[in-house]
């Protein structure tokens, strides 16, 4: 147990500013995350340095497909998160138990464990599996302790997290992917149990200016599928930057929404709307090699084919398409640098 950041205190009780819930709590109240608790009149983490869930995984598997691609990178996460989506996959770690067979960790045990780890697994860290924002106090810390020691720190998150402490955390922050749930308040608060996607927008647009950012749709059979709901989103994006990874993952039936899976054709149809404003637009939980491989937008070279999560040189020499020369970026990463592909 920790003292948390970013949160006031006044007559009427605590008030926690990490989050666009802005929770107001009371003397042994929890916020909605479920691990921001009021005790002795200030508000403590309860999952700080708890770990949950812990892995070696493909770069790819988060999904980045431009950052560092064919390394691989330590992932990591707690319990918590400022959301309660209806079709979570992850439900025992946002919101089950909150210290059941959790193990404690530091910033510098952590950084101890890459150190020892291969060269093609000592990329950095990824804090997911739950909401990395509700992590806040830990994710800090190991962020700009794994920075200084030349590592990099990823964030797959919601997105629901206030400016002020994504600004003071995204200096040590090098790739984020974020999940935007739908084009659609009525959706946020229907099945999200949030307020609206504008504070995922935002995170989306202030991260640009500073780390590389892919985005991810989860496309769900009638809720957020419509042609104009996608073309929203797809609008959006190619607003900010058409170069900007965005990834169409396909739903399935899980938790709470038992709707039935969302057809491969309706994934297909997304891909082909987005591909006419977007250069990157890859299908997730989908086996399709040719949409979630890496074309040039130039010359419509096969750049990096990808099977599953991993990931191969087709047309790159160097950064750059071998037939017209297009520059690929891969957040940072030149190709040539070990471990190749």
Known sequence: MQEAHFYTVDEKGVLCQLCPHECR????????????????????????????????????????YHFYPGWEIASLGTVGCNLRCSFC????????????????ITPQELRGILDGRPLRQQLGAAYTYNEPAVWYEFVRECAEELAAGGYKNVLVTNGLINPAPLAELLPFVHAMNVDVKAFSDDFYRRYCGGKGYRDTLRTVERALQDCHVEVTYLIITTLNDSPEEIGEFVDWAASLDEKMPVHFSRYF?????????????????????????????????????ERSSTYCPSCKNLLLSRHGFGTKNAGLSGNKCKKCGHPLALGGYVYGEEPAF
């Open 89 to 104: 996959q992850n439900w025992s770690l946002a919101h089950g138990e909150r210290t059941a067979g959790m193990e404690s």
């Open 253 to 289: 039936p899980s938790h709470r929404l038992n709707l039935p899976p969302t057809p491969v054709e309706t994934m297909k149809r997304a891909w082909d709307q987005a591909r006419e404003k977007l250069s990157y637009v890859y299908l997730g939980n989908v086996m399709d090699s």
């Open 25 to 64: 709590l009371k003397e042994g109240q929890h916020g909605v995350c479920g691990v921001r608790k009021v005790e002795g009149g200030k508000l403590v983490s309860l999952n700080y340095g708890l770990c949950a869930a812990f892995a070696i995984d493909p770069i790819e598997k988060k999904p980045l």
